[in-house]
């Protein structure tokens, strides 16, 4: 007979010490490694055919490529110590704190005058960004009964749909009082 449980299973803390973390790990530690010899090898030498304003957009976007990756390492070592039970997931959320993954529109407008190779890491990291800001979404959801996560869209809708009828009409083509 098994025992009962007194608190709400985490989907984040199983999710957490389940086997889609290590590829993902692989995956992340990977492409750390492949940036870091790009940009080591043969990104130096398509950096220098570049002129001075490609030189300017290479840089900067090999620097934000770089620090993402710094960041993106982080979150995955500080996982993996959940995974690999050496810390708790509210330890990691302590410590997740100090970790700023890239923004959502990371890799955006990317200028076609980068090196196709730089464009291709930064297009993985991207993905992977994206993948990771979603786990980080549910590890560090917040802790249940804290409210309704939708509290705020539902706020939204209420604030519309309970002005009078005559502020909700339209304004004009394609215009709205929302």
């Not at 002129?51 to 900067?60: C, E, F, H, I, K």
């Not at 302590?94 to 890799?107: I, Q, S």
């Not at 802790?143 to 909700?168: K, S, Y």
Request: aromatic share 6%; with cysteine.
């Amino acid at each position: 007979m098994s025992t009962p449980i007194n608190r709400p299973l985490s989907f984040a803390e199983h999710l957490a010490a389940s086997p889609i973390f290590p590829p993902l790990f692989r995956d992340g530690m990977k492409l750390v490694e492949d940036a870091a010899a790009y940009l080591d090898g043969p990104g130096r030498a398509d950096a220098k055919r570049l002129d001075r304003a490609g030189s300017l957009v290479y840089a900067t976007e090999s620097m934000r490529l770089t620090t993402g990756l710094m960041e993106l390492a982080s979150w995955l070592l500080l996982h993996r110590a959940v995974n690999e039970g050496e810390m708790s997931l509210q330890e990691a959320k302590g410590e997740r704190r100090n970790v700023m993954l890239p923004t959502v529109d990371y890799g955006d407008d990317l200028p076609l005058a980068l090196p196709a190779p730089l464009r291709e890491l930064i297009e993985r990291a991207r993905t992977l960004f994206d993948r990771i800001r979603r786990l980080d979404a549910t590890f560090h959801e917040p802790p249940a009964g804290t409210g309704n996560p939708f509290e705020c869209q539902l706020g939204m809708l209420r604030a519309v749909f309970e002005r009078p009828a005559d502020a909700r009409r339209p304004r004009g083509p394609g215009l709205t009082s929302y």
